[in-house]
């Protein structure tokens, strides 16, 4: 139990083109979701959470109109980089958690390559 | 505000030998959960042992174990008989109760097991 998904697992795209990344709880309901982004053999940085149907909280420094989070439901979340250039590359990855649960459930990854 | 470090950021164990990786953390809550996570090559973020802070007793899964220190301030994550697949990037993280759900995550310690 517990598996997160995530869809794509890479993509490449060009220069000022949007990229949207989903996040699937597969058998669970994940009230709360979260976007981490992983520099090359560094640790996990939070981006922003989720609550099902609210608006995400963002961390500081990240910008919200160019990551767009969207998590309509409670199995799914969205991360959207809008006209992502190429320092946007990394490994980007999403958690999800049931509500009064303090475990995290981590996705794969997705690796985003900008050209 | 919660920090959580870890001073080892390599290290290397014979293969069947044991190893311990340290995680030392600072707050003020006195209700809380620590993780350990590991990330092997393909990024897969798996959750590999979870503390209680109310817990006395050390939680074990399998080969892994860890001396929680609640005093001290310290969650070390002992690994037994080292498999080649436990190579791996081991990341310490915090929950804190009254937070806002998210993990404090610690730079991570990169071990190699060696055939």
């Known amino acids: 139990g517990a598996v997160v998904s995530q869809h794509p697992s890479r993509v490449i795209c060009k220069s000022g083109t949007s990229v949207k990344i989903e996040c699937r709880s597969l058998d669970f309901q994940a009230t709360t979701m979260f976007w981490y982004r992983q520099f090359p053999k560094q640790s996990l940085m939070l981006m922003a959470t989720?609550?099902?149907?609210?608006?995400?909280?963002?961390e500081q420094g990240v910008e919200k109109d160019k990551f767009l989070i969207n998590h309509a439901s409670l199995t799914l979340s969205t991360l959207t980089v809008t006209s992502a250039h190429p320092e946007d590359s990394s490994f980007y990855i999403c958690?999800?958690?049931?509500?009064?649960?303090?475990?995290?459930?981590f996705g794969p990854g997705t690796r985003l390559l900008v050209l | 505000a919660q920090t959580v470090t870890q001073s080892q950021p390599e290290m290397s164990v014979q293969e069947a030998e044991t190893v311990t990786l340290s995680c030392t953390y600072d707050?003020?809550?006195?209700?809380?959960?620590l993780f350990w996570y590991k990330q092997p090559p393909s990024r897969q973020m798996i959750l590999v042992i979870r503390q209680e802070a109310y817990k006395q007793q050390n939680a074990t899964e399998n080969r892994f174990s860890v001396n929680f220190q609640k005093a001290a301030k310290s969650f070390s994550l002992k690994i037994s008989d080292s498999q080649l697949g436990d190579t791996a990037m081991y990341f310490c993280?915090?929950?804190?109760?009254?937070?806002?759900?998210?993990?404090?995550f610690g730079t991570g310690t990169r071990l190699k097991v060696l055939a």
């Open positions: 707050t003020s809550e006195n209700n809380y959960y």
């Open positions: 989720s609550n099902e149907g609210s608006k995400a909280t963002y």
């Open positions: 958690s999800a958690r049931v509500r009064d649960q303090e475990t995290q459930y």
């Open positions: 993280a915090f929950w804190g109760s009254t937070g806002t759900y998210k993990y404090i």
